[in-house]
Every structure is written in C-alpha cells, then in structure tokens.
C-alpha cells in the first residue's frame, strides 16, 4: 500500500513538473526573446554605415582609398567627371595621414580639396567636382611615400 501511495505520489510529483515544465521554457524562451530583441539595436547601429554608404549616392561617383603601413591602397584612381565623393580611411593605427588632392600631375598644382591631418583609425570624405583631368594626391605627411594620380573623365 505504502508502494501505491509512492508511485501516486511520484505521478502527482510528474504532473506538476510536466506542467510547470512548459512555464519554465516559456520563460527561458521570453529571456531569448528578449536577448533577440537586445541584438536588433546593435543590428540598427550599424545601419548608420548603410547610411554612409547611402549618402556617396547622392552625390552620384563615390570612391574609397585607404591608407595601410604607410601606403595608400590605391595610386590610380578613375573616377567619371563631376561630382565625387572620395573617402578617405587612415586604417593606420597611431599614425597621421591626410588625403590632399592637386590638379594636373603634381603636388605644385592648385588645391582641389584635402582632409584634415588626423591619426587613425580615422575616416574623412571629401566631396569634390573634377572636371575631365588628372589630379595628383599625396599624403602631406609623407609626400614620398603615399602619392597617385585620379584620373577623370
Ligand atoms: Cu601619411
């Protein structure tokens, strides 16, 4: 009998587990929804690059050149005539560049546009309007070592 009392208790025991149980999971799914629902804003934070990206569009020809180990990633750059936009990315840690563009083939030709002197990791975008030509740019800092040629036409 005292077996009996055991195994009535052991199912009255199961049955209150099995219906708790769904609760629990419910819950602990309520915490993964909420952590999901954590992870969209960090997901919406970086759609402010989306929007970076965007905004080169309105301004309809848009070019990135990076500088890396003191050098920039690209020394020739064609971009068509008129509006552009050229970002610049210092992806040099600790270290001072700028983007300076000049027209015709050398740094003595008049200024078309340059970024700020800035240590990177540092992102700057210059919005020129060149005409068919080419433009020459160099890093001011290191004029010998970080220089090339926009084409545009
Ligand atoms: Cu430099």
């Known amino acids: ?3 009996f009392r055991a195994l009535i208790m052991l199912i009255a025991i199961a049955a209150l587990f099995l219906t708790f149980l769904p609760m629990l999971a419910i819950t ?3 915490d993964l929804n909420a952590s999901n629902g954590y992870v969209p804003s ?5 759609s402010g690059s989306p929007t970076a990206a965007a905004s080169p569009a309105q301004g309809g020809n848009a070019v ?3 500088a890396h180990s003191i050098a920039f990633d690209k020394t020739s750059v064609t971009v068509p005539a008129g509006p552009v936009s050229i970002t610049f990315d210092n992806a040099d840690k600790g270290t001072m ?3 300076h563009v000049f ?3 050398s740094n ?3 200024t078309e546009g340059k970024t700020s002197l800035k240590i990177g990791p540092n992102t700057q975008t210059l919005h020129l309007n060149l005409q068919k030509g080419t433009y020459y740019f160099q890093c001011d800092v ?6 090339g040629t926009i084409t545009a036409k």
Request: hydrophobic share 25%.
């Open 97 to 99: 560049h700028n983007l």
């Open 1 to 3: 009998m005292t077996g």
């Open 108 to 110: 003595s030709g008049k």
């Open 42 to 46: 960090p997901t919406a934070a970086p």
């Open 142 to 147: 290191h004029p010998d070592r970080m220089k």
């Open 64 to 66: 990135t050149i990076s």
């Open 103 to 105: 027209d015709g083939n």
């Open 28 to 30: 602990g799914l309520g």
